[in-house]
């Protein structure tokens, strides 16, 4: 069984940062899987953020993070990083964690979610 956990969330203003992890467990090593970063605002359906490969290569955005946010992984610590820059009040979200193949995580149909951290933006 895998198990994913987030953290970092909270309240910030408009133009702060925040860095979200995700601390993954379980049978299939860390290293050898694709970690990804969805969000899920009131209201609406769950959408990609960010994803980057088991290597640590390749990361890719959504076009409404570009510039702003940053995925990075440590496959010594089992944990995915979301660095979240210039915040704005429509990235109010829950984000969730997920892990899984590249295709399948990039499609939003990873193997494993997280339970959520909610992140909420000021203006």
């Known amino acids: 069984q895998v198990q994913l956990e987030e953290s970092g969330g909270g309240l910030v203003q408009a133009g702060g940062s925040l860095r979200l992890s995700c601390v993954r467990s379980g049978r299939t090593s860390f290293s050898f899987v694709t970690m990804g970063w969805f969000r899920q605002a009131p209201g609406k359906e769950r959408e990609f953020v960010a994803a980057?490969?088991?290597?640590?290569?390749?990361?890719y955005y959504a076009d409404s993070v570009k510039g702003r946010f940053t995925i990075s992984r440590d496959n010594v610590k089992n944990t995915v990083y979301l660095q979240m820059n210039t915040l704005k009040p429509e990235d109010t979200a829950v984000y969730y964690c997920?892990?899984?193949?590249?295709?399948?995580?990039?499609?939003?149909?990873?193997?494993?979610w997280g339970q959520g951290t909610q992140v909420t933006v000021s203006s």
């Open positions: 997920a892990s899984g193949l590249w295709g399948n995580v990039v499609a939003g149909t990873p193997a494993y």
């Open positions: 980057m490969n088991r290597n640590g290569g390749s990361p």
